[in-house]
């Protein structure tokens, strides 16, 4: 699990995201054009999900291992959403963390719903967890990271660049993007996905959606505040939907025509 926030300050949060929620709900009548989205063209395909063979640091939860299918493209935001486009849509936007100085940083502190609420207004979604690591993978079937398998390094521009291990976000697009152009997918901000949390349902295999109830919704992709385990691509977490944290923020995905 992420790291939790003491209870006293989620409490704090809780009450002033619901305000949030119903303000970015408010503006939903048609996709809001925000400045700083670029989507990125995800292609339809089949890949391999979950723990890659000979990568000994799975938990349970990243199997079985099995071919999933991605049945029609999908664009995905090339970035975290970040403070400056979430204050573009959101009347208020509760207090980002003190390592959070620029509108490009991701923002965190926000509830699953309110992070659907903003996909919605952009004309998007939330990705589905078989999507996001899809497009994590850029392509990489047997990678443990976006970018093949050495360990991350806290540098900005390196391939295999990646915010972890330490005191804060970073600005989205410090490190390389992977195959398909996507930045972050390895740490900066955990990103909340539609799924409810669960075993892998084996059995399917095109566009699986996740169990149909939970108690908590997904996360990926690690944070700033994690170790390089947390960062690999078949990692999962999750988190109950109505809690925010320092170290978890989203990104959209939108359907296309072609
Ligand atoms: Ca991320
Ligand atoms: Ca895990």
């Known amino acids: 699990m992420p790291r939790p926030l003491a209870a006293s300050l989620v409490a704090l949060w809780l009450a002033a995201a619901t305000v949030h929620v119903q303000a970015v709900r408010a503006a939903a009548q048609s996709p809001a054009s925000v400045s700083g989205i670029s989507w990125a063209r995800i292609p339809a395909g089949t890949f391999q999900m979950g723990c890659v063979p000979g990568d000994m640091r799975c938990d349970p939860d990243e199997a079985p291992r099995r071919a999933v299918t991605i049945s029609r493209p999908f664009d995905l935001m090339a970035t975290e959403v970040t403070v400056g486009m979430y204050r573009a849509v959101a009347q208020d936007v509760d207090e980002q963390p003190a390592w959070s100085t620029s509108p490009d940083h991701p923002v965190v502190i926000v509830t699953w719903w309110e992070a659907r ?95 149909p109830t939970g108690a908590a919704r997904v996360v990926r992709g690690g944070s700033y505040g994690d170790d390089s385990r947390n960062l690999r691509v078949s990692n999962r977490s999750a988190n109950l939907p109505r809690a925010v944290n320092v170290n978890i923020g989203f990104r959209c995905a939108r359907d296309v025509s072609s």
């Open 117 to 211: 609420a903003f996909c919605e207004v952009v004309g998007g979604r939330l990705p589905t967890e078989a999507e996001w690591e899809y497009a994590a993978r850029g392509g990489r079937n047997d990678a443990i990271y976006p970018w093949g398998d050495r360990d991350p390094d806290d540098r900005a521009g390196a391939v295999n660049g990646a915010g972890f291990e330490g005191g804060g976000g970073r600005p989205v697009r410090t490190f390389a993007p992977n195959g398909f152009g996507l930045f972050d997918m390895a740490g900066n901000a955990w990103e909340w996905v539609a799924d409810w949390t669960g075993p892998y349902a084996a059995d399917v295999a095109t566009d699986p959606l996740g169990p």
